[in-house]
């Protein structure tokens, strides 16, 4: 097994972080009342964008799990 050049890792490092970033933008949005009202507490778009926002960075960290799994096989 061959080690990862150091722009992978640094890549990895990124997507990883970034999908943090999402997952926990969402998770501020629900459950925040901070939102410089753009998107009022109980709207349904709110809650939707925060939706959306989570789903996006548990697939961009599925993401970067599976590639890693693969590197190492």
Same mark, same amino acid.
């Given at each position: 097994?061959?080690?990862?050049?150091?722009?992978?890792?640094?890549?990895?490092?990124?997507? +990883?972080?970034?999908?943090? /970033?999402?997952? =926990?933008?969402?998770?501020?949005?629900?459950?925040?009342?901070?939102?410089?009202? *753009?998107?009022?507490?109980? +709207?349904?778009?709110?809650? /939707?964008?925060? =939706?959306?926002?989570?789903?996006?960075?548990?697939?961009?960290?599925?993401?970067? *799990?599976?590639?890693?799994?693969?590197?190492?096989?």
């Amino acid at each position: 097994m061959r080690e990862k050049p150091l722009h992978e890792k640094l890549g990895d490092l990124t997507s +990883s972080v970034m999908a943090l /970033a999402y997952v =926990g933008g969402g998770v501020f949005l629900i459950f925040s009342s901070f939102s410089f009202r *753009l998107l009022p507490i109980g +709207s349904i778009w709110r809650y /939707a964008f925060a =939706g959306t926002l989570i789903l996006y960075g548990a697939y961009r960290g599925y993401r970067v *799990l599976r590639r890693n799994q693969d590197d190492e096989s």
